[in-house]
């Protein structure tokens, strides 16, 4: 039988993309271009359509391989390998917090659960006042937002929320707190609730459905399995990239090495990728902040046992949020949080679950009953809470350290008992801080008493995070940041990032959105003085 699914990655092989992949290559490959893109996210797969498009000719690289509609099956065992960094278990320095990040074509666009945000107002004027940025008003970058949101279909979800992101509807509505549903990027969408693992319908208008084959139609040139080692730097220009070829897994190289020359470099790698290959580089920095002030939005959990099926695998992931938390102090006063509720799967529950042996087994079979809010923390304003460094392994591979400020337990403290109230107040049986120390509570007031009393050390608290951002920021001159306000690098007259690695704090928000708009912006830009 014919499915009746368009894998849009076979359908463009099939009608000529030139696409290599590395893994199948015996010798060592030279290619000139105009313009090379390391990294095919939502920075790098805005940058190729927009250059592509120009009449340039483009080179786009992608560790990852280019799997379609065909190969997402909503298995984690599957999806987890291929599709996610370090098989979505990349954790900082001291393992205190996992990161979830893409490793396949589209980067992280193609297993995020679509959730898109402007950049808030109030990250944009600290910005502006903080690091002088004066040019990035709310008028300048709202044509950008438009833009990009027409091209990826990004609207307010219609359909009623699932029964698990009901749970924070009906828990602000009931203590009177304000809450919203979300704009989401896609179109056609099935509800299927599995966005994580690669959208099976092509529903989601990620970077691999959307802008890659637009500029693979245009005649880019896409490398897969390929990993960017340093750039080719001599003085003020970069004038290529050394690549490594990496086997059928995407991790190991395979041998033959790739040497890409090309008129202008485009960095997009995400915000540990793209500091790192500065790093291995040895680039120039006046600013001396490259990998420095990486950010994270650290992340912690609260379950909920609710009295009614809740089904938390099924359904738009995140359909409702509350900014409640996140505007309630001044910036710089203390970490605010935005509130958002995950999608639950086994293994991602399984493997974020506190606990073991028959509790966590007890807790496992409350799944099909099991809400999960989470607290997305605001790093960056607050002046004890600066983020973290990335560095390098002896390998050469990124690692980042990532200690947890006292501004940032103080609001994970304050996070867990809003998130308890939240679930109580939805009606919840039990609730469970997600804490190694922390038991299911049957009352609010036995939750407080709980919180109270739980170390807040590493390794005790689960801290996730799918979110990075800073680590190559932009800044007013070559003393103040690593690029300027359209990602051109203050020492490289050709080089150009335009991942979230530019961003001088955490943004506040999921930052797609955000990446997107700076990074269609700057290509843009670009485009016009290639042209």
Not at 61 to 72: M, N, Q, V
Not at 211 to 240: C, F, K, N, S, Y
Not at 310 to 339: C, M, N, T
């Amino acid at each position: 039988m014919t499915s009746p699914i368009q894998d849009t990655s076979l359908d463009g092989l099939a009608r000529g993309w030139r696409v290599t992949d590395a893994s199948t290559l015996k010798a060592n490959q030279n290619l000139e271009c105009d313009v090379v893109i390391i990294g095919s996210g939502a920075g790098g797969g805005m940058a190729a359509e927009s250059l592509a498009r120009r009449g340039l000719s483009v080179v786009l690289i992608e560790e990852g391989g280019l799997l379609g509609a065909s190969r997402f099956r909503m298995d984690e065992a599957l999806a987890y390998p291929e599709l996610y960094q370090e098989s979505a278990g990349r954790q900082t320095a001291d393992k205190a917090i996992t990161i979830l990040q893409g490793r396949t074509v589209g980067g992280s666009t193609t297993v995020n659960w679509t959730s898109s945000f402007r950049t808030p107002a109030t990250t944009l004027a600290w910005w502006r006042d903080a690091h002088g940025l004066a040019g990035l008003t709310d008028a300048e970058m709202a044509p950008w937002f438009a833009q990009v949101e027409a091209r990826l279909s990004i609207d307010t979800w219609a359909l009623p929320p699932n029964p698990n992101n009901s749970v924070l509807e009906k828990g602000c509505a009931a203590l009177g707190l304000s809450s919203a549903r979300m704009r989401r990027n896609v179109k056609g969408c099935w509800n299927l609730g599995y966005c994580g693992m690669g959208c099976p319908t092509n529903a989601k208008q990620s970077m691999l459905v959307t802008t890659i084959p637009a500029a693979l139609d245009a005649g880019a040139h896409l490398l897969t399995r390929t990993r960017a080692e340093r750039l080719l730097l001599q003085g003020r220009r970069v004038t290529g990239v050394s690549l490594a070829a990496l086997g059928a897994d995407g991790i190991r190289p395979s041998g033959p090495v790739l040497t890409v020359r090309a008129r202008e470099v485009v960095l997009a790698a995400g915000a540990i990728g793209t500091p790192a290959i500065l790093l291995r580089s040895g680039a120039a920095d006046a600013s001396g902040q490259t990998g420095k002030r990486t950010f994270l939005h650290p992340v912690v959990l609260s379950g909920a046992v609710m009295p009614e099926a809740i089904r938390p695998w099924q359904g738009a992931p995140q359909s409702v949020y509350s900014d409640e938390f996140l505007h309630r102090w001044p910036l710089a006063e203390r970490v605010g949080y935005k509130l958002e509720v995950p999608p639950i799967h086994p293994v991602l529950l399984g493997t974020t679950l506190t606990g073991f042996g028959s509790a966590h087994r007890e807790q496992m079979r409350q799944m099909p009953n099991l809400n999960v809010m989470l607290a997305l923390t605001r790093d960056g304003f607050h002046p004890d809470s600066q983020g973290g460094q990335v560095k390098l392994r002896g390998d050469g591979s990124p690692l980042l350290d990532y200690p947890l400020s006292e501004p940032l337990w103080d609001a994970f403290r304050h996070a867990w008992l809003t998130m308890a109230e939240l679930q109580f107040a939805a009606g919840a049986q039990s609730v469970l801080t997600v804490h190694e120390d922390a038991a299911p509570a049957r009352t609010l007031a036995e939750a407080h008493a709980q919180l109270q009393a739980l170390p807040l050390e590493v390794l005790r608290a689960r801290v996730v995070s799918a979110h990075v951002m800073g680590g190559a920021a932009m800044g007013q001159d070559e003393q103040s940041g690593v690029v300027d306000a359209y990602g051109r690098h203050w020492q490289y007259d050709n080089l150009t990032v335009v991942d979230g690695s530019v961003f001088p704090t955490s943004i506040g928000a999921n930052p797609q959105l955000s990446v997107y708009a700076f990074a269609a912006r700057s290509a843009d830009a670009l485009g016009k003085r290639l042209a």
